[in-house]
């Protein structure tokens, strides 16, 4: 039995109608806080977490961009954006973990109420704005202890570029967080698909993206693996433009995708915070609406570069069904955020086991050979 789902899930979100954004902070304040402990008690928890939701298999390792991933699900940004719970997140199963969006300059975000639930469409809706402490805190918190920057898991950090700068200036806001950053973490992802920043989307046009791409890859001696996050509501022209930036530039990656601002579909007519219907409430859809476009997003890029450049497939994972259609369309890697608020922590390992089974049923020897190749569930 899983107690998340059973109990724990509909007491929070349906009975005590306990606002998503405090629990949260709450949570991630526990999660820092078991992170950073060295309290027997503490050490004692991390350890009935690591046997109850991890899941070590050879058939489970990946390779990309230079660094090993022990599996290939990873937590997506958002979560932890000021990276104050890095050192907690491979004891819940994670085989890796992206922390932020972080800004150069500190912001606290848009307005609340600003992050909504959609259970009827096991969704969400998020216009956050880029709410963090900038990179300056980020920077200092990872540093606190450095014998703690061998992760025993890839940490990768998501840039985001500060409200306050102007457009014209996004590429030198990114480089300053990633100067102070740039050896703290293992990879590094300029996010320019985020809905709830005014404008900056528009970074992904060819030319926008150019200058911060250009400017990053000179700052980028130690060479560091670069990502660019796009949107899902891209055109496929867009997309193909973003693709060719990535192999001029030498990106490590694409991931694929952000939020959508689309309400096609969705099958919540009121959200209750505030009264109005989702089709006229600003922000980003995460969550099951959005996993058909993100892995037709995933497959398009997959076939364009012929398997060339790594994906980071991420929208609307649930169960390991999920998963694998992500991967067997050309992701190497696939991240969770919505899918594991709504499923709880067992998520991880209950993912990582199904995708074991999918490759006995295929008869594959790991996740690598799985890759694109386009494989049914049922098949």
Not at 163 to 184: C, G, N, Q, V
Request: contains cysteine; positive net charge; proline residues 6%.
């Amino acid at each position: 039995m899983d107690i998340y789902q059973v109990a724990i899930r509909p007491l929070l979100f349906n009975l005590a109608q306990v606002d998503p954004e405090w629990l949260h902070q709450q949570t991630i304040r526990s999660f820092s806080w078991l992170s950073q402990t060295t309290h027997p008690w503490a050490d004692s928890v991390k350890q009935r977490l690591q046997q109850s939701l991890c899941l070590q298999d050879p058939r489970l390792e990946q390779n990309c961009f230079g660094l090993r991933f022990p599996n290939p699900l990873g937590l997506a940004a958002g979560f932890d954006k000021d990276g104050v719970a890095a050192h907690i997140w491979s004891r819940l199963g994670f085989g890796f973990a992206e922390l932020g969006t972080v800004t150069f300059v500190p912001q606290p975000g848009n307005p609340r109420p600003r992050l909504f639930r959609l259970p009827l469409d096991q969704a969400a809706l998020n216009r956050m704005g880029f709410n963090n402490n900038g990179a300056a805190a980020m920077a200092a918190r990872l540093t606190q202890d450095q014998h703690k920057l061998n992760w025993s898991i890839p940490i990768g950090i998501n840039l985001g570029k500060s409200k306050i700068t102007p457009l014209e200036a996004a590429a030198t806001d990114y480089l300053h967080s990633f100067r102070l950053l740039k050896e703290l973490g293992d990879y590094f992802v300029i996010n320019v698909s985020s809905p709830n920043t005014p404008g900056l989307r528009s970074l992904q046009d060819a030319a926008m993206l150019s200058s911060i791409l250009e400017l990053l890859q000179q700052e980028n001696r130690s060479q560091k693996p670069l990502l660019v996050k796009i949107a899902p509501d891209l055109t496929w022209e867009a997309i193909a433009d973003i693709i060719t930036l990535a192999q001029t530039y030498q990106l490590a990656g694409i991931i694929a995708t952000n939020t959508t601002i689309s309400r096609e579909g969705l099958k919540t007519k009121v959200i209750h915070q505030t009264g109005q219907s989702p089709q006229v409430e600003a922000g980003g859809i995460s969550g099951a609406p959005l996993r058909r476009r993100s892995t037709e997003v995933i497959r398009f890029i997959w076939q364009q570069t012929q398997g060339q450049i790594p994906i980071v497939g991420v929208g609307g994972i649930f169960t390991p069904e999920d998963a694998w259609e992500k991967i067997t369309a050309g992701a190497s890697l696939i991240q969770v955020y919505t899918g594991w608020i709504y499923q709880g922590p067992m998520m991880v390992r209950r993912i990582l086991q199904g995708l074991l089974l999918q490759l006995e049923k295929h008869q594959l020897n790991s996740i690598t050979e799985a890759v694109g190749k386009n494989l049914s569930n049922n098949s």
